[in-house]
Every structure is written in structure tokens, then in C-alpha cells.
């Protein structure tokens, strides 16, 4: 049985600049708090806006340095043994993961943690592997020019990463913004500063030359977030985050006209036909709802269900939903905590809410009983509702926890209307065992990931990111060269 019990974990979580840790300059600190007890267990040195600067400032200079002037096969070696180092300390990754997010371990032990060094290595054979592109063109005068593209680093990336799947995320765009050349200046998010902490011990360990990778910690608005975004010598910027911190980086970005790469917030729908296989659809979605207390950008929060099947699928829905069991860490259902008091009190704002506008709570909708040392943890019921409107507040807007409504419907144009209304553009789950219908409803999605019959199988060499409210521009793959490379053609008349 995995146990949840938390391990010692580091109590300073320092600044990484330049090859170095650091406290901030003007000595302001803040907590770090474990959400599984509720009880602060480490103090984080917040970055400066000097600090800040120190950061891009190490960035930018290692540009120039041995790193600027690696061959790709030597960056590529070093990429390789960072995801190396970071499976040698896994469970040291692992620690502080789940010292951070109070997430069950093996939730972090399956994905959190393996995806950290996987991201590296993914990028690591894609700038190795990569084709470039060359053109022969005639010429008027008869003769004959050749066409050749070459990808420039972008320069000094700033990367802004949210606190559900810290290192995951953070590595997502750390991996393929070092393997195209860059440096970064990493801001995890305030509430899980450690694995990015952790890293820096990684870069040093395997040589990584100093100032390529740094990190900063503080906040968003008049804090590192916003000290690292305002900082002229960024030249772009990726964030992983809420759709309306999104808005307030771009503003930033638009000074010296710098790109971003935003994957944002989700509203995603699943669609089940009444000829889904259930089984399926039960596990799946019970994942997408529930995995991580529903703190998945990609998670499902509306179910619509075709009406002949909709009582049954509530019934084994809410079966799944009880097998949950928050804060019970010892236990393989464990159902971890949200990430804050705060992320928990907007959750249960939700849960009122839904109760307003009419809902019928067919499973929880409360705080759990929690017993020992978790009682102080920020825990809130898996939960599922019925008998809510298309247009409810918690069918349209972004909750982020572990619940969902279920909606029923008639045919397969309503549902694709009903899926499609939304501002955002994440992602969506449809269940048929219909072949056809599957591929039609599929590519009638207006989301940037779509699957079928089964959720969150990820092909990292996929194009992965949402539009409208969801995001801008596409990772994973070849597809992060259009952001983390600069691209010019050169012409040789022969
Ligand atoms: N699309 C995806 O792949 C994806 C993945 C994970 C999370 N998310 C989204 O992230 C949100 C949850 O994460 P969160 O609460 O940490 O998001 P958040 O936007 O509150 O914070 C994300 C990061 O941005 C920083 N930040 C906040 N304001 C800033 C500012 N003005 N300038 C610079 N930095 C600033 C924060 O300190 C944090 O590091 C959800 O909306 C979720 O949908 C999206
Ligand atoms: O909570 C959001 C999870 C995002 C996952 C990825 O970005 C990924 O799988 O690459």
C-alpha cells in the first residue's frame, strides 16, 4: 500500500541564480504550507526585483558564454543527463512534489515526476532529430540560388508556471527552451516553489553551465512575477496559469513587442453517446473529474450524457465518485487536498453556488470529516450534480476541484452546440463506440485537444495547447520550435 506520509523535506526554499542559491536581497520570506495538514513547513525567500534582474541578468550573459557556443550534440548530452539525474532522485523529486501539493504519491510517482524527466528527453531527440528546410530555386538569369531556414535560439525565456503539476509544467517548457538554445528564468508559482528549487541542484550536478536555468520565487502582480515580465532583457515569455493572469502577462509582453506561449484555462466538456462502452467511460471520467481533487487544466467539469443512458451513468458515476476518500493518505483512493485555503474556499463558493441555481447533489458537496494531523488540510467532497441548466454559473466558469455537472440530451447537433458554448478551447472527451460518429463529433470539437474514449493519453510529440480563452500557440513536439526558436532564411546565389 503506498503511504502518503510526508518525508523531511528542505526548510529554506532559496533563490537559484547564476549556478547559485540565494536568499532575496530584501531579506522578505513567506510561507510554505503543506495543503494535506494545513501546517507551514518551510519559508520561501522571495526574489527581489534586484534579485529578478540578477536572474536575467545571468540568463543573459550565459547566452554569450560556453552555452551560447555549444554545438546542438553537446546541449543535447546535457539535456539527456539532466533527465537522467532527475530519475536518479525521483524520490527526492518525489518529496517535495508531495510536500508541496499534498497530492497522493502515487499520483506524483506516476506523473508528476516521470513526465519531469521525460519532457527534457523528448526535447533532447527532437532538436537532434529535427529535419531543416532547404529549397533549390531557379533564377531569372537562368541559374540557380539554394533557400536554407536556420533556428536561432530566442534568447532569455521567462517561465511562469502555476502550482497543479509544478514540475511537470515547469519542465514542459524548461526542456524545449534549453534544447533550442535559450536560457530561462523559471517563476514556479508561490505555492510550490520546491521542485524548481530542486532543479537548480540537477543543472549543477551535471555541469550545466551557470545562469542557463535560474529561478525566482515571489508572486504574481508587484512581486518576481511581474518584476520578471516587466524586465526589458526577457525576450519571451511562456505561462502556464488562469486565463486572467494570462490578460495581465500579454499587456507586459506587448512593451518591446516580445511572443508568448499561454496555456490557459479549460472548460472542458465529455460528451457520452448512449452506445458508449460505460466501463470505459466510468474510468475515464472518473480520472478526468477526480484525478489531482480535479485540479487538471484538461479535467472534465460538464458531462453531457445521451438521455437513455443518463440515470445509469449517474448511478455508476456517483459509485465512483464515493470510492474517493479525502484525506485518508495511506489509502490508494486517497483524494488529496485542494492546493490552498484560498483554492479551497472558491471551491466551496462553487459548491453554494451550484445549490442556488438548483442543483441536485447526487454525491457530496461539502467538507469531508478528517481525522489527525490532516484535519487542518484543505479537503472539500468529490462531488456531482444534476438537474443544472446549460447556463449555471458552475457549468460555464472554471472551478477547478473535484466535481462535475451532468447534463442529458437528445442528439448529436444539440450536444456539439451545447460542448462548443463556451470561451474556451482546452480540450474535450467524446464516448461512442461508433466509429464514424466518433471521428465527426471529434473534429466538431472547437478545442485544441480532443479525446475518444479515453482522457489525458498524451503523445509528447503531439501539438498540445487551447484556443479562445484557453491559450495561444501549440507545444509538444516539433511544435515548441515555433516558440522557442527564432527562425531566418538564408539565400546563396550559386
Ligand atoms: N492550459 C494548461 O495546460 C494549464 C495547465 C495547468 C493549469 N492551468 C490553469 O492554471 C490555473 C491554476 O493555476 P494557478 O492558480 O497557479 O494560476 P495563476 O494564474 O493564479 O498563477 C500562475 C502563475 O502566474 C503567476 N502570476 C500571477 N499573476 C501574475 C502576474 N500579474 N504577472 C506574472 N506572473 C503572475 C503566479 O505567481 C503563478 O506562478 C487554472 O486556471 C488552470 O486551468 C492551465
Ligand atoms: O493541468 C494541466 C495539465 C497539463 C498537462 C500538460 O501540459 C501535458 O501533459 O503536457
Redesign the pocket.
Known sequence: MTTNSPRPVADHILNFIGGSYRKGSQGKTFDNVNPATGQTIGTVYEASEADVADAVAAAKAALDGPWGKMTTAERVKLIVAVAAEIERRADDFLDAEVADTGKPRHVASHIDIP?GAA?FRMFADVIATMPGESFTTPTPDGGQAINYAVRKAKGVIAVIC?W??PL??MT?KVGPALACGNTVVVKPSEETPRTAALLGEVMNAVGMPQGVYNVVHGFGGGSAGEFLTSNKDVDAITF?GETGTGQAIMQKAAVGVRDVSF?LGGKNAAIVFADADLDKAIEGLSRSVFL?TG?????TERVYVERPLFDEFVRRMTLAAQAFKPGSMGDPAYLGPLSSAEHRDKVLGYYAKAVEEGATVVTGGGVPKVEGDQAGGFYVEPTLWTGLAHDATVIREEIFGPCCGVIPFDSEDEVIALANDTDYGLCATVWTENVSRAHRVAAAMQVGVCWVNCW?L?D?RTA?GGSGHSGIGR??GVHSLEFYTETANICVKL
Not at 295 to 299: A, D, I, N, T, Y
Open positions: 513526465r519532457n502555476p497543479n503539476f511537470l509544467l514542459w502556464t496555456e489531482n485540479q487538471v487544466c484538461l479535467g489525458f498524451r509528447l498540445f507545444e509538444g
